[in-house]
């Protein structure tokens, strides 16, 4: 099987570290590159987790570091949602033999985009800083980037303000940069990304089933029904989601649309505008996941994390 190159560009994170395992474990992408970015978290914390990760779970992949900050003035927005240095609870071993790629995210995905040819497909699953400061610097990326995949924004409400979606939110203007770039695009937003939840009878049965990353993931999860009975977001799988609309698209139901980005609504600043009604007159930029087959989604992703690491 040709395996489809891809660079996941993430803010690492509990749920992003779940989607990196499910990527390792998913035989139909090969990953390319592993991009940090500032968001859950700041980018020094976003970055050591996917390098340690990576050491971790023992694979051998280019971790770059990424954008410290976005192009949108936010305060000091850090949650508690990932704990303090971003895996919850989880603390993983510091990274001894490997270090990160000398190139940063935007020069990682112009060098490997012109590798591929054209085939070369993105994974952001943070805010879209990176991308958007690669897509400035290196126009021609708007032909070479075969398709980005995208956890973000929601049709309807968000969930850091009424309209807002976290990581469109922290960034708005580099969202906005991704939207308008012509390269096809696939949002898998807070419509279905809250319906993705896993719950014990998976927990259970990747903890049994005894791999490091089968046990880590059961090990976020644990720390997710925590953080859910203390009223905080349930064990929610945003990022393996947007995987998923890429690799086992069965799992959502899509429809093209217009897509923008308001950046400079008082209240509305990071709502991903779109225009399922077609009332706009506007062309379609993208594919917008509103539905998802939850069943086929949680068995594909134990599938995953089980064979990560097994390659
Ligand atoms: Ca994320």
Known sequence: MTQRPFIIDCDTGTDDAIALMAAFG???IKVRAVTSVNGNVREEYTSANNLNLMEYLGIDVEVSRGATLPFYPRGNYYGTTHGRTGLGDVDLPDAQHSSFSKDMAPE???????????????????????????????????????????????VKGGNVTSTAEFNIWVDPVAAKIVTESGIPLTMVGLDVTEKAVLGRKEEKELREYGSKASVLTADILEYMFKRCQGGGEDALMHDALALAAAVIPECLTCKETFLD?????????????????????????????????LDIFKDWLVECIKRCGKA
């Open 26 to 28: 998913c035989p139909e």
């Open 108 to 154: 990682v995905i112009r060098r490997i985009a012109a590798e591929e040819n054209g085939e070369l497909e993105l994974l952001v699953v943070g805010p879209m800083t990176n991308i958007a400061i690669a897509l400035s610097l290196y126009p021609q990326l708007k032909e070479q980037i075969k398709h980005i995949w995208f956890m973000g924004g929601a």
């Open 261 to 293: 980005v308001e950046c400079r609504g008082e209240y509305t600043a990071g709502h991903t505008v779109t225009d399922l009604r077609g009332r706009m007159g506007k062309k379609p930029n993208a594919s917008v996941a509103v539905e998802l087959s």
